[in-house]
């Protein structure tokens, strides 16, 4: 949260405008080159409760997807959390998605289960997609970047 110097009101940390009087907000303690596109889903994430989204409820489907929308995470997985800072989580997402796709590796020397294997793989990048945005904000403006 932080006021707007113009009116006093209190908003959201990562919007851009104030709501009540449409001055334009400094940019809280965000980094100066994050894109609109973060203050965005950063916006939306407050909106939904902060990153544990217990309000999501509240968010229709379109600002629901432009909040968990993310192409490149889902592309990369693991290695875009990596490039984002995010190496702890990258490292965990990493393992979680390795270990399932090694074991059915073990289990089928013949690619037997290559149906199930492509399912961990989309299930892994769709993870790592939904928790991207959740977890660039509670690195970028909780300071909290991973569990130990
Ligand atoms: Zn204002």
New binding site residues.
Partial sequence: MSN??????E?LAALV???????T?PPADLPDDISQIWRIRFDLIEKAGGPGLPMRQQLSFGEHFRMTWNIWAFLFGPFYFLVKGMWRKALVYWLLGFVPLMLIDLASPDNELGPLKFGVNIAAAAWCMLRSNTDYYRKLVLKDNGWW
């Fill in positions: 707007c110097q113009n009116c006093g009101v908003n405008n104030c709501t009540a009087c449409g001055t907000m």
